[in-house]
């Protein structure tokens, strides 16, 4: 089946810096959508972009869609120690199911 | 806010055993989905409801079934719990997407359960 794939796996940078997490997918979706996990919590819901947008924004997060290239990416401005996570996206191709790719962790260093 | 909740944090079972997994979500969507979640493969579709009694399998369903009786409770069952069982699950609760409104709405996740099978 189809899977997102996030890049990197890991990420680490300091606070205040921007943090940048891409996700690959393979077929035609609906919308995508990221999601963050503290560390052995529940996922948590960010952001979803439809197929026929290009960008969005919601606080200090900015989402892009490029659907010709099946990729996403996630971009975190002034990062915060409270934004260490792992971060997840998903893709909804017009059934009940949502793809989860597996996840960007985060770190940011105080 | 939606509020989804598990039953148990952490469970330890031994191999064989029935296990019992409830979720139980507080906003009225109609779908209700389990996942297992293990590090280096994310997470996994084990079932799906989108109504009462009805219900999907997803991508691993050997080994577990569920339980949908009531619309806010969807409930996962290990029938014969094995040590490759072992894993973190979560539960997510979801609006039904009508056609044309542009697919599906977010899900909304449960604490999770950890797992742990001796």
């Known amino acids: 089946s189809q899977q997102g794939e996030e890049d990197p796996q890991a990420l680490s940078i300091q606070e205040g810096e921007n943090a940048t997490m891409n996700c690959s997918y393979k077929t035609s979706i609906n919308n995508l959508q990221w999601y963050r996990q503290n560390s052995g919590r529940g996922l948590v819901h960010l952001i979803l972009i439809r197929s026929n947008e290009r960008e969005k924004h919601s606080g200090r997060l900015r989402v892009t869609l490029d659907t010709s290239k099946k990729s996403s990416s996630l971009l975190i401005t002034a990062s915060r120690a409270a934004d260490t996570a792992s971060y997840f996206c998903?893709?909804?191709?017009?059934?009940?199911?949502?793809?989860f790719g597996t996840g960007t962790r985060l770190k940011v260093l105080a | 806010d939606v509020k989804v909740t598990q039953s148990s944090r952490y469970l330890v079972k031994r191999t064989g055993e029935k296990v019992f997994l409830e979720c139980v979500q507080d906003m009225d969507h109609e779908n209700m989905f389990w996942y297992r979640q293990d590090p280096g493969l994310g997470l996994r579709l084990i079932y799906f409801s989108y109504d009462v009694k009805m219900k999907e399998k997803g991508d691993i369903p050997e080994g577990y079934s569920v339980s949908r009786e009531k619309k806010e409770r969807f409930s996962l069952i290990l029938e014969s719990a094995s040590t490759n069982q072992t894993s973190m699950y979560l539960c997510?609760?979801?609006?039904?997407?009508?056609?044309?409104?542009?697919?599906?709405?977010?899900?909304?996740f449960g604490p999770g359960t950890r797992l742990t099978v001796t």
């Open positions: 997510a609760s979801s609006l039904f997407a009508r056609s044309g409104t542009g697919g599906a709405y977010e899900q909304y």
């Open positions: 998903a893709t909804h191709s017009g059934t009940y199911k949502y793809i």
